[in-house]
């Protein structure tokens, strides 16, 4: 079972946790919910006991100290985004006058930046996917060949943030874009974004609602 978590301190930014039967969860971004997810985790005894990051931007990892102080997880990120946690500059907390940054390294696995690999995580079979772009180590998690999640590259109406001052590599993010659309449409995944509508496929899309991807794929 997959649970959303939304917050809109960050522009609707998604949390989810991805429970087993045994009530052992897997955490994908924390997204500044980190006392709903906490909370809600208590009222169900659900433990996480690992936590998979799509990128290090500040409205995708805050409170990601709050999930380590309750349930002291394995976090997983792309080396490429490892210092970001660490450098409210390059995690943009800076920018919002917050100055977040994490205070300690243990328990954290960064994995190679540019190769693919399969992993199994209570039992899941995941398949981590760096798509750089939207940040230098942005990633995707495909679970079980079905659900998908993709961090800010493609919503329902729109795609991730690309301005400039972000410091994104245009050329790779619109590269990750057209990559997600043709691999999620051939597959018919699940998508689980960093922001807005969760839980849609690429046929839900609506091209003359989303002109930013149309543009794209033209
Ligand atoms: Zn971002």
């Not at 991805?18 to 969860?25: C, G, P, T, V, W």
């Not at 977040?100 to 243990?106: G, H, I, S, T, Y």
């Not at 995580?121 to 995941?126: D, K, V, W």
């Not at 050329?171 to 999620?184: D, E, G, T």
Request: glycine share 4%.
């Amino acid at each position: 079972m997959i649970k959303n978590f939304q917050n809109n301190k960050f522009n609707f930014s998604n949390a989810y946790i991805h429970i087993k039967r045994n009530k052992e969860a897997i955490l994908i971004d924390t997204a500044a919910s980190g006392e709903k997810i906490i909370n809600y985790c208590i009222d169900h005894d659900i433990k996480i006991k690992y936590v998979l990051l799509t990128h290090n931007h500040l409205d995708h990892v805050i409170d990601l100290d709050k999930i380590i102080a309750k349930f002291n997880p394995i976090i997983y990120i792309n080396q490429n985004d490892f210092l970001g946690l660490f450098d409210p500059k390059i995690n943009r907390s800076f920018f919002a006058n917050l100055d977040w940054k994490l205070k300690n390294k243990d328990n954290i696995i960064s994995f190679a930046a540019n190769s693919k690999q399969k992993i199994n995580l209570l039992g899941i079979n995941i398949k981590i996917i760096p798509v750089s772009g939207h940040t230098a180590g942005s990633t995707f998690y495909l679970f079980d060949n079905q659900d998908i999640f993709i961090g800010d590259t493609l919503f329902l109406k729109g795609i991730g943030m690309h301005q400039k001052e972000l410091k994104v590599d245009l050329k790779k993010f619109m590269r990750s874009i057209k990559f997600i659309y043709h691999l999620a449409k051939e597959n018919d995944y699940l998508i689980y974004p960093g922001h807005y509508q969760s839980g849609f496929r690429i046929k839900d899309i609506d091209l003359n609602l989303n002109s930013e991807l149309k543009e794209i794929l033209r």
